[in-house]
Each structure stands twice: as structure tokens, then as C-alpha cells.
Nanobody, 126 residues
Framework: QVQLVESGGGLVQAGGSLRLSCGASGSTFSNYAMGWFRQAPGKEREFVAG????????LYAEAVQGRFNISRDNAKNTVYLQMNSLKPEDTAIYYCAQHRVPFIIIQRRQSDFGSWGQGTQVTVSS
């Protein structure tokens, strides 16, 4: 099973930016859609952004549309989440995840993702 390791979280002021990275083990990374999810204190984990296996297709939650950008570098087995214009409500633990099935379109449902990282904390101060 693939191992996913997130990095890049931290404390930032409102309006600032952060770039999260997620490195994956294994040689089949480029075959799978990837996603970013987040879980705020007292709330359920929610979909943030997804990217197709090729990188040509992306999908965003309405709350982050226009502020966040997901990308991937298949040569480096890494997926990124560039977060701009951060708001206090973006505070959460951010998780990356790999889809269960290769070569299919991006999904939003957590149940469609079979491998998860340990998460990285993002805190946005007002």
C-alpha cells in the first residue's frame, strides 16, 4: 500500500499563503487521482481539492475555489496544494489521499480514497 506524507503546514496570518506537499511512495503514483481533505476541530472531514491522474483535471470545493490550487509532479511522486488568501476558517488538519482505483475521474467522496496521509496542521490567525 502506498504511503503518503504531508508537509508544509504551519501558522499564518489571515491573507497569507502556504504550500502543502504530499510525497508518495511506490511507482504507480501517476496512475491515481489524488485529493486533499481537511478536518477542522469539531467538524467532519471534508473534501478540499482533487486532481486527475494526468494532472489535466482538477476539482475544488466551493469554499476554496479561486484561492487554492492543486497540482502534481508525477516525476517526483508529489501532489501540492497552494493556498492563498487564507482565512481563519481554513484552519484545520489537511490530509492528502490517493484514490482507490487508477485511471478514473476525480471523486469528492472520502470512501473513494483508499490511502491517507497522517495530516498536517494549518492554522490561520485573524
Amino acid at each position: 500500500q502506498v504511503q503518503l506524507v504531508e508537509s508544509g503546514g504551519g501558522l499564518v496570518q489571515a491573507g497569507g499563503s502556504l504550500r502543502l506537499s504530499c510525497g508518495a511512495s511506490g511507482s504507480t503514483f501517476s496512475n491515481y487521482a489524488m485529493g486533499w481533505f481537511r478536518q477542522a476541530p469539531g467538524k467532519e472531514r471534508e473534501f478540499v481539492a482533487g486532481i486527475s491522474w494526468s494532472g489535466r483535471g482538477t476539482l475544488y470545493a466551493e469554499a476554496v475555489q479561486g484561492r487554492f490550487n492543486i497540482s502534481r509532479d508525477n516525476a517526483k511522486n508529489t501532489v501540492y496544494l497552494q493556498m492563498n488568501s487564507l482565512k481563519p476558517e481554513d484552519t484545520a488538519i489537511y490530509y492528502c489521499a490517493q484514490h482507490r482505483v487508477p485511471f478514473i475521474i476525480i471523486q469528492r467522496r472520502q470512501s473513494d480514497f483508499g490511502s491517507w496521509g497522517q495530516g498536517t496542521q494549518v492554522t490561520v490567525s485573524s
